[in-house]
């Protein structure tokens, strides 16, 4: 620590609070922790150039957030003597004694990045520019509200990057309206998957409506799975086996269907060699079965 000092909280400006995550679960942990055994790590701030007496918060903005809202005035600070950007650098380099969520490392990188090359901010922060290169390919793939929403904690980072951006280079209309569905009634991280999943494999009509009614379309699914699953439990292991077999006679039906084309006389030899290789253990498969049939007890032959 620097020069640690004790300050009212409005000394503080906290000018980076719109790039950190918002985390309601573990500011509330916070508060308890600090109602019961006070602050226990300062906050990192640097004065601000021409302001006397006030001070940008660099690090902490969580602690902040929990002082004031239990009725504190002061903060523990450690205040360190340098600009802005070299805090900022400093601190995004601390590494594993303070994790940042990714999307707080892009943001942050982003703010510095108008000032400086990205060569000096990954020598700073002894990466190399490739890496720093995909933290701010990761904040520039989102747009701005769904970033809004990342922050606010109402969406995941893990959902707006894997879902929300890859639907919105998609189909921009069907990612908006399902974004404002996420708004009014949110999904799991789990659910949203699915949904996705589902997503990928329907038809145009059927995508419109699911992203107009995502809970609507999972209760459905849900549904249609539970009454299957009670079939499967009603047919029981005998059902499965003539269930298995009737869908193991297609797939036989079709692949004799691919054979004259497949194996035609103009087919690339080698290529018929490797088809031919791919079909043998399936074959094994298949004699093993007749050869478990063949041992029952008691059935004719």
Same mark, same amino acid.
């Given at each position: 620590m620097e020069n640690v000092l004790h300050l009212d909280l409005h000394a503080l400006i906290p000018r980076f609070a719109a790039l950190r995550l918002h985390d309601p679960a573990r500011l509330g942990r916070l508060k308890a922790s600090i109602e019961r !055994?006070?602050?226990l790590v300062p906050v990192v701030a640097v004065p601000e150039a021409g302001k006397e007496g006030r001070w940008v918060l660099i690090d902490g903005y969580r602690r902040r957030e929990a002082l004031q809202s239990i009725g504190q005035d002061l903060i #523990? &600070? $450690?205040? #360190?003597? =340098?600009? &802005? @950007?070299e805090a900022l650098l400093a601190c995004l380099a601390r590494g594993p004694d303070r994790p940042w969520e990714a999307i707080e490392?892009?943001?942050? +990188?982003?703010?510095?990045?108008?000032?400086?090359?990205? !060569?000096? +901010?990954?020598?700073?922060?002894? /990466? $190399?520019?490739?890496?720093v290169s995909r933290r701010l390919s990761l904040i520039k793939a989102l747009p701005e509200d769904l970033l809004e929403q990342v922050r606010a904690? /109402? +969406?995941?980072?893990?959902?707006?990057? =894997? +879902?929300? &951006?890859?639907l919105a280079r998609a189909n921009a209309k069907h990612a908006r309206t399902l974004l404002e569905k996420l708004q009014q009634e949110p999904l799991s991280t789990r659910e949203l998957k699915r949904l996705y999943e589902r997503y990928e494999q329907a038809p145009r009509a059927q995508r419109q409506r699911l992203v107009e009614n995502p809970r609507l379309f999972l209760k459905a699914v849900q549904s249609r799975e539970e009454e299957a699953a009670d079939k499967r439990l009603? %047919?029981?292991?005998e059902g499965a086996w003539h269930h298995d077999l009737r869908v193991l006679g297609a797939i036989l039906a /079709?692949?004799?269907?691919? &054979?004259?084309?497949?194996?035609?006389?103009?087919? @690339?030899? %080698?290529? =018929?060699?490797?088809l031919a290789q791919a079909f043998a253990p399936a074959k094994t498969q298949f004699e093993r079965l007749e050869q478990a049939l063949s041992e029952v007890p008691g059935r004719d032959r």
């Open positions: !055994q006070g602050q #523990w &600070v $450690d205040a #360190w003597e =340098r600009s &802005v @950007d490392e892009a943001a942050l +990188i982003e703010e510095l990045a108008r000032r400086h090359p990205l !060569q000096a +901010i990954a020598q700073q922060l002894g /990466r $190399d520019v490739s890496w904690g /109402r +969406i995941s980072l893990w959902a707006a990057s =894997r +879902i929300l &951006v890859p009603a %047919a029981g292991p /079709r692949l004799s269907g691919q &054979v004259p084309t497949l194996f035609a006389p103009t087919q @690339d030899a %080698a290529e =018929r060699e490797r």
